[in-house]
């Protein structure tokens, strides 16, 4: 199958990008003719005055990701285009120029930015949906991406005026992570006919961890809506005995570092950074992984790492996680931000290494059964299969597809 993979990455290294790359080797793996259109948010770093004071405009309308698309679908002739993310460089106008030149298009719903400014659904400490409650203003106000009301404005006014152009309601395919993430878009007015779910999967197979497994791991950023405050209140009310290791980097760092050292909590370890397959070294050797994130997580890794590596999990029950966190099978789950729930959880567990290899084996099998790249193959083929088929019956009352390559004066005049 010929496959055209776009998708633009953001200055920070995020799940987005891991799983970008995944799906793009799956393919080409397995044999599948695979373009990539790739951008990312670093270029930034080098533009101009003028190409800064014009980067609303092109958040909003990249004429020359358009006319980049338009190029490369007329070359690679791609049976189907998969859209990861737009934000910022690529921009959602390249919709209309798939459309024009009656491509399929599939769209992965990484996380929530067609619908909340600052992707998340977090501010000030907790859950906020006044986007979706209200209106876009309600953002602005609050200066909720980069807490900067300019900013935000700009990112509203490309979701405004592409929700009103039904750009991305146009692909014939959404994907959807979870049911919970499906449920939140269906209740913002996507059409429930081309949401579908695909999960997130860990590929290679990090394999189970086969060594005497001891204490707990952390390893994400270090941001708010992570819950790594609570986390930390959780440990402050534990024995000391009780080892906690942090992976990962980020604003909180400084304070999480300096308020362990106030308390005196020497049996909590700050690595930083770390390569991946040291994180997975890390996972393999801990006796379960904490996951305390505060917000709607979409598809986090983390919890799939951790099951490839036979670990079970203490997750908060926020989001889509109690649809991937078998409660009291292959982990235990917590109300967010809930410190001493978290404590509780912890003190029953931490020393019962039977329970914890019974809950990683079963985990594991979850991962082989689930989250393997040949499962995930075989639902984005379907996919890709199944917008093809519909393209093929659009045809039939005259809609273009992608075997028609010839474009008319005026659809050849919408590319800019």
Known sequence: ?????????????????????QETEMLKAGGHDVEVYFRSNTEIKDYSRTQRALLPLRTIWAADARADLARLIRNHRPEVVHVHNTFMLISPAIYGVCKSLGVPVVTTLHNYRL????????????????????SLLRSIRYGCYRESRSATATVAAMLAFHHAKKSWTGSDCL????????????????????????PNFVDPDPGAGTGVRSGAVFAGRLTEEKGVRTLLSAWELLPRTMHLTIIGDGPLKSELMARALAVKMPNIHFTGSMKRPDVLEAIKKASFVVFPSEWFESFPLALLEA?????????????????IVKDGVSGFLYSPGDAEQLAALVKNVYYDSAL????????????????????????LLEIYERCIRQAGSQNAAGVPTSTDWTLSPEESSTIR
Do not use: W
């Open 1 to 21: 199958m010929r496959v055209l993979m776009v998708h633009n990455s953001y200055q920070q290294r995020g799940g987005e990008d891991a799983v970008f790359e």
């Open 115 to 134: 619908l909340c400014p600052s992707s998340n659904f977090f501010r000030a400490g907790s859950i906020c949906e006044e986007c979706v409650e209200h």
């Open 175 to 198: 994907i959807a992570l979870n049911e919970f993430a499906r449920n939140k878009f269906i209740s913002c007015g996507f059409p429930a006919e081309k949401l579908v779910i695909k």
């Open 307 to 323: 099951y490839a590596c036979a670990t079970p999990l203490i997750a908060s029950n926020v989001g889509a996680v109690g649809e």
């Open 356 to 379: 914890l290899n019974e809950m990683g084996l079963k985990g594991r099998q979850l991962y082989l059964t689930k989250y393997t790249a040949a499962q995930n193959q075989s639902l």
